[in-house]
Structure formats: structure tokens, C-alpha cells
T-cell receptor, first 117, second 112 residues
């Protein structure tokens, strides 16, 4: 079973530029998550999708961040314009329901390390 | 609002020791609790998941317990090895599989 795929792995941009990250979840996983992890901290959930619908985006800075999952499979997270404080690792994860109900066990991709200069 | 803390923030032990990592959460209305391992520059690897109705889970040298009423979980690592060196994070999921909140992690170093 292939894992969660993310690209690019690294990105360096200047402040006020735009950037986009791509994630392809594990095949068959209906739930997809985007996290931001700042150095030395635990990941912070930005947005959670169930199929192509948004379940939770309460911590997504909507003035500059956007995400979509149009066909309920892969997803794109965009930052426009970027700020210095957006420097972080952006992690994508996916989960599915267990046989006896929902387990929501999450599987993570390798992440994209973003540096904003 | 759910808050998750982990103690200690960092831990250094000699190889072979048994050790315990602690995780606390403020809202006991959780769906499950998951322990992860993160190696430097890498993503997160799931170690153990405990459903809210369960009290513990075991995988190899790892044992995780959950006391939902007191808002605590512990990860026990038996006979630690240098390869166990990593950051260990716990995370709780709220009801309906939402409100996923991570702790800050415990950075573990196992010395040969």
C-alpha cells in the first residue's frame, strides 16, 4: 500500500510570493488533513476534508491560506501572499474508517519544508 | 478548547532502560488518542492508537495506556535502544473525528 505523497519536499520563497503544496492520500482514505508544524512544536491542524467537503477549517488563516480537494482525492494547499512566520513544515495526513466503526487513525506524508525569506 | 501537554519536554537515558512518556489533555470527551514518532526532518509515524473505550494498546516494546477520566496517557518503552531516539508526540481526536490536537512532543535520546 503506497503511503501519503507530498510535493515538493522543500521550497524557498520570498515574502509576499505565492506557493502551493500538493498531497495525494492513501488510496481509499476519505479524510484528508493539512497541518502546519513550526520548529519545536507539535503539528497544528489547518484544515480537515471528508471526501471533497470541509469538516474543520477553524484554524486556517483564510486571508492568505486556501485549500481544495475538488474530486475528493488529492488536495492542494496554497499560501498567497506568504509571510516570514509561515516558515514551517506543512504535513498532509489521511485516514479511513475502521471495520468496526471509525478509528480515524492518521497516516502522514513526509511533509514540505517551507522557508520564507 | 482542548489542550494537550507532554512531560518531559526532553529525556536522555542510557541504552537498556525502561522509560515512560506522559501526555495530558484537558477535555476528556475524546474519540481516540494516538502516539506518533517523528525523526528529524521526517514525517510522523503512527505507533499506537487507543480508542476512548480502551485502556491500553501494545506493540512490541511499546505499551500505551489511557485514563480518559483523568485526562492522561502514558507511553511505556521497554529496553530502550539508540534507534528509539526521536520525538514522540501524542494527539487526541475529539468526538466525530474532529478537533485533532497534538501535544508539543518529548524529545528522546537513548545513549549507547
Amino acid at each position: 500500500e503506497a503511503g501519503v505523497a507530498q510535493s515538493p519536499r522543500y521550497k524557498i520563497i520570498e515574502k509576499r510570493q505565492s506557493v502551493a503544496f500538493w498531497c495525494n492520500p492513501i488510496s481509499g482514505h476519505a479524510t484528508l488533513y493539512w497541518y502546519q508544524q513550526i520548529l519545536g512544536q507539535g503539528p497544528k491542524l489547518l484544515i480537515q476534508f471528508q471526501n471533497n467537503g470541509v469538516v474543520d477549517d477553524s484554524q486556517l488563516p483564510k486571508d492568505r491560506f486556501s485549500a481544495e480537494r475538488l474530486k475528493g482525492v488529492d488536495s492542494t494547499l496554497k499560501i498567497q501572499p506568504a509571510k516570514l512566520e509561515d516558515s514551517a513544515v506543512y504535513l498532509c495526513a489521511s485516514s479511513s474508517k475502521g471495520l468496526a466503526g471509525s478509528s480515524y487513525e492518521q497516516y502522514f506524508g513526509p511533509g514540505t519544508r517551507l522557508t520564507v525569506t | 478548547k482542548q489542550e494537550v501537554t507532554q512531560i518531559p519536554a526532553a529525556l536522555s537515558v542510557p541504552e537498556g532502560e525502561n522509560l515512560v512518556l506522559n501526555c495530558s489533555f484537558t477535555d476528556s470527551a475524546i474519540y481516540n488518542l494516538q502516539w506518533f514518532r517523528q525523526d528529524p526532518g521526517k514525517g510522523l509515524t503512527s505507533l499506537l492508537l487507543i480508542q476512548s473505550s480502551q485502556r491500553e494498546q501494545t506493540s512490541g516494546r511499546l505499551n500505551a495506556s489511557l485514563d480518559k477520566s483523568s485526562g492522561r496517557s502514558t507511553l511505556y518503552i521497554a529496553a530502550s535502544q539508540p534507534g528509539d531516539s526521536a520525538t514522540y508526540l501524542c494527539a487526541v481526536t475529539g468526538n466525530y473525528g474532529q478537533n485533532f490536537v497534538f501535544g508539543p512532543g518529548t524529545r528522546l535520546s537513548v545513549l549507547p
